[in-house]
């Protein structure tokens, strides 16, 4: 009895009840009295074919804001916050200080009772939960919230009482002090995480403005170690501020607030809004960020102005300030002194119209290079490269790479969507964000990719870091193939999870990627999408995956999609049910594991019996090649000649819903020899060993790879 491949409770309850019925009456009567009624088999295994429905996508469709168009529905909304920010960086202490407003427009239909803010810095207490803590970092004393008001009412920041000897009465204290209603006014909870609440008197009705203002200070952490996002300066002379300013969570419909903590390597779910940002720095410094200079007049050199008049006429590189052009009056204007400081200092500012966040980067000697990228139906838009003069062989080619960038995926999915785009050398190198990429030329393609996800298609990517790394891998594989010209080929791709699937650590990719694991973070969130998007290329066709990819990014531009959206969105573009192949590929770990049992010859006909041992179904495909002769090969309609003696013959994924575990292919293409069968001749489905995939057996190992003019990816012998 094979059960436990039953998938429904029901079957399974049929199967206890039944096996409870055994030890009441004696095995041999039973068998007899089955077999005299003729008890139905059961299937081998069941096969689910539809998505799961969890309860936050539930009350988003309940409430009409999604539906199963995979479009926004009817009643979407998403809040927007708006950002007036005045922030001071003093190299001496390493301190950034701050002075922000921010407008929340409640958009949704829900009164507020919290707001929820985002302390990023916080991650370097040292004290808070990290997913990755062997990554070293500075500890600091995190984000400093000195003065904070809502809608001009101040907010109560004392924090709970620090532990004591007396822990638990301490923390009685602190819960009494956290429940303790003070009248009128607003109060912060859990401050010294990377997510505190502050409660509100007043609640904050739907579809109103709400100000917040907030004054706060934090050291920018430098070593001990470099990349990622845990190191943000070298010594006093170059920092790269991220999650630098207190952020205002997003509130959505699918979860309400966004409270989920920042642990280090999943990143972020921002609200789209308009940044406008003053960054006082010593002059000389120069300062490069998200958004659009305002004020060039005032920070920048005459000739610098002058050199970057040309920039948008050429695809060449203009240096707009060089390594011999250092402090005020070289590098930048020459900046205004302030009493009590010790130098002079210039304040630069930037606004970025509809952005989800804002990096910027600062040092004492940037060579400043530009270049241009040409977007279509669009025109020219400048590339800012910011580097230290010793790294120049880093930045010999990233112009080029992220104007190849800009353009192919512009044409891709749709045209860039920002002013300009911006390469800051520094520590970070291999991070992204709107208008601004921590990178050198190394990752300037994956770190471009990024400006279509998640910086206008915006998913939570804490969540569902997939649904950005992953799609971003997929179209590095493309841009890649493009930038070699050369087509770009998945095959193998799609069949090499076959030799991961089945390790208990790896979550699915639903699983919350915050979660995800040391083992398997960057597996399930990077790599593995380009398995499972080679998998439905080999059932739709890459392009037809690209053509409905693209449809969907188009739909969901500065919105909020969710994995439903986008499998929803999907089906119907394709014009197919997958819910088969979202489930075993999102909410599972299963794998295939088809191979050829057997292949018999009779009366001109060739019965092939695939067999299919793993959880997730595919559609069987064989490639049949025959001997050459003289008897006429006869077309199949399920078949396609690759060649003058290749068949490519499929037969689709339903063959396995019926719940066998064997199917038989009956060959009927006329008494021509049949030298050789593959399944899966494109190695797109993944397959636990694929060495049984070839009848005869013997043909399976040494046969030479067979190059169709694309980048390979994984081994796949045709
Ligand atoms: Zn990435």
Known sequence: MNYLDSTTLHEREMLVRRSLLLSLVSTAS??????????????????????PITNSIRRAYAAGTRDSTGRPARNYWQIRTDYTISARLDPATSRLSGRETVVLHNNSPDSLAQIVLRLDP???LGNTPQAAPWVPSEVTDGMVITRMTVNGAAVELEPPPAASADGARAAQAAAAAQNAQVPNQPRMLFGKTTVARVNLPTKLLPHSTTTVEIEWNHKIPGGP???HRMTQRWADTLYQPTQWYPRLAVYDDLRGWDTELYLGPSEFYNNFGRFDVRIDVPAGWIVSGTGVLQNPDEVLTPNARERIKRVLATDSITRIVGPEEVGPGQATQRGAPIAGED???LVWHFVADTVNDFAWATAKKYVWDMTRATIPGKG??????????GRAQLYARAGSVARHALEFYSKQWFPYQFPQLTLQDGPSAGMEYPMVINSNQGAADHETGHQWWPMVVSNNETWYG???EGFNQY???????????????????????GGVSGAEAEPPMMWNANYDGPGFYGFTTYSKTPLMLSMLGGIVGDS??????????????FRHPSPWDYMFFMNNALKRDLGWFWYYWLFTTESVDGSIQRSATAEGRTTVTVRQDGQMPSPVVLEVKFAPGSSAIRPMRNAVMKDSLTAIITYPVDVWFSGNKTFDAVLDFGSRRIQRIRLDPSCRFPDRDPSDNVWPRAAAPGEPAQGQGGRRGPSCPA
């Open 30 to 51: 039973l068998t007899l009295q089955a077999a005299a009624q003729g008890t139905p088999r059961l299937p081998e295994r069941a096969v689910r074919r539809d998505i």
């Open 122 to 124: 916080n991650i370097f």
């Open 225 to 227: 170690g470099s990349g």
């Open 343 to 345: 130098g002079d200092r």
């Open 380 to 389: 020219p838009v400048p590339i800012n490269m910011l580097y230290l003069p």
């Open 466 to 468: 997939w649904m950005d």
């Open 475 to 497: 179209m590095n594989v493309l841009s890649d193939a493009d930038a070699a010209n050369q087509m770009a080929n998945f095959n193998g791709y799609g069949q090499s999870y």
């Open 544 to 557: 037809a995956v690209q053509r409905a990819h693209r449809e969907w990014a188009q739909m969901w531009m």
